[in-house]
């Protein structure tokens, strides 16, 4: 029997749907304003990813001790208050004509910096707002609000980009951005006991340990530091690539893109089924395997170009990977004390979000001097070396998530 999820949640469901739908417009909407505008390459993508996803790097650590001492809502509304900030600068910077590349990269932090403090308090505050046995369908609930941004938000800002500008994206992410912040405003937060004062560095040490001596967090935790430095080698070189050897326009490069939320709303629907008849250690392999198989996928395209192979390789990299989002976040909040989510919830960020902005100057440096070719066989070695990483961990083993309580 299903536990139904409460009314509290829905209100962090809506603002999660719509805080990632305006994420996802103003991160597709900026490399291709980027390489239309303003004559972007792979290297200067490659910078623009890293500044985006430097605040991962810088911040997740900080924000986790806080999140687990401190109103987590509270944290969720400032922070998706400076990304709302962040989109109407790009509004305004857009309509006046006094876009460049460094404005990108620096309005792209600042969002990014209020992303981070919304990753890190929304999983530690998941488990207040639900029972233990519902954390499967609550997670899956927000990768489904997830995914239906991915699907949509590309594809709007590829076509709003080629039809109407880049203020019109930008326009649209800010609204929704601050359609995101009232519904965090009505979001209850239940009442906890105060941690007693404590040096932040012990806090920080004791969650370090538990990530790295608990065998099941630890495979997690490598499997997404290979995919996220993979995956943003690959991110670096796509746009352009995309748009110089594949020939696409901006429209068809965001049907693309948006081919990944696509997979990622089949994937999140699929999960309860796929879930109720393979065992959950299974269903978690299930993502990386589906990563080389989609990079591959993409590969071919340097044989056979087409943007039909270009949007398979997304629609299966949102397929495989949804479901390794949610049973990951679900195994990650099955094991780990409440108290510590928010510290661990930081750790796994710092890490594995940090990664982002190594692979993305990584993929900035390898486009620039060997070409996209490159950035795509790297990508793939990558994501080969993800799997073998959960392949061969105790995870693949679990039969249920009741083996772990």
Known sequence: MNTPLPRSFKFLAGANLAAQAAEQVSLAAVPIVAVLALNA?????????????????????PLGLWVDRHSRRRLMVSAELLRALSLAALLLAAVSGQLTLTLLALLGFVGASGTVGFSVAAPALVPALVPREALGAANSRLELARSAAFAAGPALAGALVSWAGAGTAFALATALSVLGLGLLWRLPEPARVPAPPRRPWLDLKDGARLVWQHPLLRALLLTAVAWNLSWFVFQAAYVPYAMRALGLDASAVGLTLAAYGAGMVLGALAAPTILAGLPFGVVVVTGPVFSVAAMATMV??????????????????????????????????????????????????????????????????????????????????????????????????????????
């Open 300 to 405: 071919a395209t340097l044989v056979w170009p087409s943007g039909v192979l270009a949007g398979t390789s997304f629609f299966l990299f949102g397929v495989g990977p949804i479901l390794y989002a949610i049973t990951s976040a679900t195994l990650r909040q099955t094991v780990t004390p409440h108290a510590m989510l928010g510290r661990v919830s930081s750790i796994f960020l710092t890490v594995n979000m940090g990664a982002r902005p190594l692979g993305a100057a990584i993929g900035g440096v390898v486009g620039a001097h060997w070409g996209a070719a490159a950035c795509l066989v790297l990508a793939l070695a990558g994501f080969g070396v993800q799997a073998l990483v959960i392949i061969n961990s105790p995870v693949r083993r679990l039969t249920s998530l009741g083996a772990v309580v």
């Open 41 to 61: 390459g792979p290297g200067e993508i490659g910078l623009l990813n890293t500044a985006q996803s430097l605040p991962f790097l810088l911040l997740s650590i």
